[in-house]
């Protein structure tokens, strides 16, 4: 996978893919990036890259021109036909679902505004995807395209070391994860549960997916509605 950022503040994004299972991941070839300061292609002459809004109002627009054609540059190098992905408020809400579907292409092209707007023409003609990480406003896309690289990454054939570990992420299953409990069993008196440490795996098996339904449906009762819950799943919850 190859991903292309556009955005003026490069270096609000550089230090995640340089750290941790980004890095690595691209050390071993799994993808790389390309970080693109889109006003290098403004054809203005003082390099502005935003404008008043025609009909007057508040704040500033970003201009089409040096968007389009930062697209155009990076999709001539690659030769490719990427998703086009608009960071904004204003976007689809985020979720493992668009992660999973994003992290099947080839080529990502993440644009990242920092102004009251995107011209609409933007969105209209060069956009097939608008993603908004939650409903809150930040100072930019920056952050939050890092978010949702982070988690495309992190789904790419052997970026994780344990291959198992995707698979049962929160939310890949539609549940939020059971607890987990590592060494000691006993830390200051709080034990970690015996049927944990009985070696029955059937069981373990048993009372971590119960324990994942019961958190799920305290802390987010919306997922549990969207599930096709079985009628041993429901007994359980109702049994709670
Ligand atoms: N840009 C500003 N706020 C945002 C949000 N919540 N999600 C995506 N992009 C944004």
């Known amino acids: 996978m190859h991903i292309d950022v556009l ?27 390309n970080l693109v300061n889109f006003r290098d292609y403004s054809t203005n002459k003082h390099m502005k890259v935003d404008d008043y809004p025609y009909g007057g109002g508040a704040g500033m627009v970003l201009t089409p021109q040096p968007v389009f054609d930062a697209v155009d540059a990076v999709i001539s190098v690659k030769q490719t036909k990427p998703r086009v992905i608009l960071m904004s408020p204003q976007g689809e809400p985020y979720n493992q679902q668009k992660a999973e579907e994003l992290s099947q292409e080839d080529h990502l092209v993440f644009i990242c505004g920092h102004y009251e707007g995107y011209d609409e023409r933007i969105r209209e003609h060069l956009v097939t995807d608008e993603i908004s990480i939650g409903d809150y406003v930040l100072t930019g896309g920056e952050l939050a395209a890092a978010v949702v690289i982070d988690s495309i990454v992190r789904l790419l054939p052997d970026v994780l070391g344990n291959k198992a570990s995707a698979p049962k992420d929160s939310f890949s299953t539609g ?17 970690v549960p015996d049927i944990l440490l009985s070696g029955d795996h059937a069981k373990i098996a048993e009372w971590r997916r119960i324990e994942s339904l ?3 449906c305290e802390r987010r009762q919306d997922l549990i509605d969207e599930q096709d819950l079985s009628d041993e799943a429901k007994q359980i919850l109702g049994k709670k």
């Not at 059971?178 to 709080?190: I, L």
Request: hydrophobic letters at 35%; proline letters at 6%.
């Open 214 to 216: 019961k958190r799920t």
């Open 7 to 33: 955005t003026l503040f490069p270096e609000m994004i550089s230090g995640v893919f340089d750290a941790s299972i980004l890095k690595k991941a691209q050390q071993n070839e799994k993808f790389s990036y």
């Open 175 to 191: 549940l939020l994860e059971h607890p987990h409990y590592t060494r000691p069993a006993d830390f200051r008196g709080m034990k």
